[in-house]
T-cell receptor
Framework: DTAVSQTPKYLVTQMGNDKSIKCEQN?????MYWYKQDSKKFLKIMFS???????INETVPNRFSPKSPDKAHLNLHINSLELGDSAVYFC?????????????FGSGTQLSVL | AQKITQTQPGMFVQEKEAVTLDCTYD???????LFWYKQPSSGEMIFLIY??????QNATEGRYSLNFQKARKSANLVISASQLGDSAMYFC???????????FGTGTSLTVIP
């Protein structure tokens, strides 16, 4: 049983298209995150939800819109894709927001914008 | 503001030798957690070890240990008896008191030489 699952694993698309990445966790965690890992491997937090409530919204273009229908799901929709959006996107979750709680990561979605 | 610094972009170590990966952090939070993750070439994020800011003893997990020096704000990862499978990117991370943010350093690429 995969704890944090993201789909698709690979996403190749043309500039200007709209795409979504889905994330689900079956761990019963309260908090979920989206991170972007660029070509230099830097991990940048994009969004965080706690019990379906948006708690972190970093400086991300408004073409990126997260949606959390319930606390087990956090999807990422991207409008009007640009070349610079090419990256690996990781979903992650943690039981709570307490400082000792680690993040459980999905396997990542490699997005390539042509 | 919280910040994690990893000053070694790349490291090499001989198989069976020990290696230390450096991590310094900056925070004004009264309590916080420090974490190390491993990212092999396959891309998944693997949790290695955790250290709480109030823990009296350095954390250990098998061949991994965390050299925590609170006054110097450093949390170095020590890998003993390096194996070829240890070749990967290693990320230091911190979670502050409020727990909303989970900050990552820029990573260190470790190569184990046979």
């Amino acid at each position: 049983d995969t704890a944090v699952s993201q789909t698709p694993k690979y996403l190749v698309t043309q500039m200007g298209n709209d795409k979504s990445i889905k994330c689900e966790q079956n761990l019963g965690h309260d908090t979920m995150y989206w991170y972007k890992q660029d070509s230099k491997k830097f991990l940048k937090i994009m969004f965080s939800y706690n019990n379906k409530e948006l708690i972190i919204n970093e400086t991300v273009p408004n073409r990126f819109s997260p949606k959390s229908p319930d606390k087990a799901h956090l999807n990422l929709h991207i409008n009007s894709l640009e070349l610079g959006d090419s990256a690996v996107y990781f979903c992650a979750s943690s039981p709570t927001r307490e400082s000792h709680e680690k993040l459980f990561f999905g396997s990542g979605t490699q997005l390539s914008v042509l | 503001a919280q910040k994690i610094t990893q000053t070694q972009p790349g490291m090499f170590v001989q198989e069976k030798e020990a290696v230390t990966l450096d991590c310094t952090y900056d925070t004004s939070d009264p309590s916080y957690g420090l974490f190390w993750y491993k990212q092999p070439s396959s891309g998944e994020m693997i949790f290695l070890i955790y250290q709480g800011s109030y823990d009296q003893q350095n954390a250990t997990e098998g061949r991994y240990s965390l050299n925590f020096q609170k006054a110097r704000k450093s949390a170095n990862l020590v890998i003993s008896a390096s194996q070829l499978g240890d070749s990967a990117m290693y990320f230091c991370a911190m979670r502050g008191y409020t727990g909303n943010q989970f900050y990552f350093g820029t990573g260190t690429s470790l190569t184990v030489i046979p």
